[in-house]
Structures are given as structure tokens and as C-alpha cells.
């Protein structure tokens, strides 16, 4: 009989992908979501608010499962309020799941804003690069850190073993995600291929010319499965990228040349997507009027502001794999075939123009 999962934000980006990766090794998934907003293959979809615990519970009555990954946030005004909200809203779903299972693991996924601090100090006293699990918390408020305490406090309530994962900007296939930088920069190359703009870098000389890395979700995936059942992972913390570094004065051009448009001359400061790009919806609907495309605005696709917050920081940013290394977990991504791969399945979905 196979392992059971239940994916919380099944539709997001780290959830659709873990999904995958959990349903393409045999365990039967379970994805909650608010609403039903695409089909999954390998999901068994169940719709409840981790807002409200009394949708949890009917949406789990019934329902076996051993492991959780947890992959859901809500962004609110302050990060106050992001502790409030993005805390509940996890206790609600491991208090719910602990009445319908007994669990044995349950995977959290947050982010190296664990690193970096929240959005209301981004930036102001980060952590040095690389990126180490073994470097503390920030003397800043972060959601993500009332996140963990919550983990491990029901964990020692309950009896299960859990894991934390902290990726880079995740690229990889989901639609109407908040956090997608890999459809955002398919959407603005298309836009900039129908228009004739230029498709140039919008964000900072830092990290145009500083050192990065990325993490594709489908390495996310294999990651959150394995440390779901390697003994050596449990009660762990991980960094999770995709395990190379380069710096986007290298890769700009490459991506340009996979979306089919030349790129442009960087301006030696940033401009961001955001503001630009308010003409991107009536465009698009040409588009989707000219290649048949599915039925999606631009705006719904792409999130401009999250694109420019990655691209326009002002320090290095990226992570170090070597605890992962040494447990076991050796996979690895290439990051221009993160975004190669992403493009080609957005263009057999009929999600962007063909390059014809």
C-alpha cells in the first residue's frame, strides 16, 4: 500500500512540484487547496482554508496520511501581522491533520528570507554568504521563525519527525503564483518579442554582476522527498538551490535567447517591471487572441513586483549545500535548463506564444 502526503498550497509553485515529485515515486498525494484552480495530475485535490479549522477538519474527515509538506503563505501589511497570520495558519493545518492521522513527518518550506530578514528589513543585517544552516536567526521579527517554533512545537506534541527547506527564488510550473520568477520572465519576453521593446535586466547592478543561485522546484521536490524519508534528515533544517552559482550578466542573454528575443543594453540601473509593463494585459489578450493561447491575462500570470524585489536587491544572495551533501542528498539542476525547461512546458500548455 502506498505512503500517503498531504501537500498544503497544492496549486503554488512548491507545492505543484512537490506533488509531482511525490506522486512520480508512488505515494498517493493528497493537495489541499482554497479552490480547485487546475488539475493536477497525481492529486487527489481537497479544498479547505488553513484559515479556518473547521474547513480543515471536514476537508480531512476521513482521509489517512503519515506525511505533510507545508508550502502555503499569505502576505499581510506588516510583518507583525505576517507572524499572526502565516503562524495560525500552520498551527491550524498540523492541529486538524493530528485529529484526522498520526503523522510521521511533516516538511515546512520558507525560503532564505530566513537569511535575508522579512520584507519590512529586507536586507538591513543579512547573514554572510553562503547561506549555512548552521548561522542563527536574525535579531529581526520573520514569520518564518514563528513558523519553525510552531513545527517544533506540535512535533513534540505529537510524536512526528519534521524537516525545514529553505529555497532560493523557486522557478518551475504553476499558474497565478505569486512567486514565480521564471513565468514572470516568460510573460515580459513574449510581451517584449510582440512589441519590439527591449528585453533588458530590471534589476540591480549587484545582482546583475554579484553571485547567485536559483533553486528549481522540481529539485525542491526531490528534496522535500527524500528528507520525507531518510532517517539521517529528520529534525533538520536544509538550504535547498539547485547547487551551481552564476551571476546574471552571464545567464541574462541565455534566457533571452530561449524566449526567442535579442537582449537588451543594460542601462546601469534598475528598471523595474512593475509600472512598465501596465500595458502587459491589453497586449497579452492579443496574443491569446493570435496563438490560441489559454485564456489567462498577464497580470494573472505574472508578478511583476515579486520579480523586481528579487532582481533589484543590493547584496549577494545565495546558499551552500554542503549539509544536504553530506547526509546523502547528491542532485543537482542546471539553472539555465530550469528556465529552458519551464519555457518549453508553458509553450506545450499553450500558456506563451510558440517561438515559430
Known sequence: ????????????IAGYNTAQAMSAAGW????????????????????????????????????E?????????SRQETEAENRRVNSA?????????????????????????????PFDAYGEAPADTPFRESQGRLPV???????????????????FSWSVHRPHTLIGYALGNVMNM?????????????????????GSPEQLNGITDLTDARLLGRH?????????ARNQAFNTVNGEVFRWRQLWPQVAEALGVPAGEYPGHPTPLEGRMDHADEVWAGLVEAYDLAPYKASELASWWHTDADLGREMETFADMTKSRSLGFLDHQSTIESFTDLFAQLRDARIIPPLD
Open 1 to 12: 500500500m502506498p505512503r500517503t502526503v498531504l501537500v498544503v498550497g497544492v496549486t503554488g
Open 28 to 63: 498517493r498525494v493528497l493537495g489541499l487547496s482554497r479552490s480547485h484552480r487546475y488539475d493536477i495530475p497525481g492529486v487527489e485535490q481537497v479544498r479547505g482554508d488553513v484559515l479556518d479549522p473547521e474547513s480543515l477538519d471536514r476537508a480531512l474527515q476521513g482521509r
Open 65 to 73: 496520511f503519515s506525511h505533510v509538506v507545508f508550502t502555503t503563505w
Open 89 to 117: 495558519m500552520l498551527a491550524n493545518l498540523l492541529a486538524a491533520a493530528g485529529r484526522a492521522s498520526t503523522l510521521e513527518h511533516v516538511a515546512l518550506v520558507t525560503g532564505l528570507k530566513h537569511y535575508l530578514g
Open 141 to 159: 521579527e520573520n514569520f518564518y521563525y514563528d513558523q519553525e517554533d510552531v513545527l517544533f512545537a506540535e512535533a513534540e506534541r505529537q510524536g
Open 182 to 202: 521564471g513565468v514572470t520572465l516568460a510573460v515580459y519576453g513574449a510581451l517584449c518579442r510582440a512589441t519590439g521593446d527591449p528585453f533588458v535586466f530590471p
Open 224 to 232: 522535500v522527498l527524500w528528507s520525507s524519508t531518510e532517517p539521517r
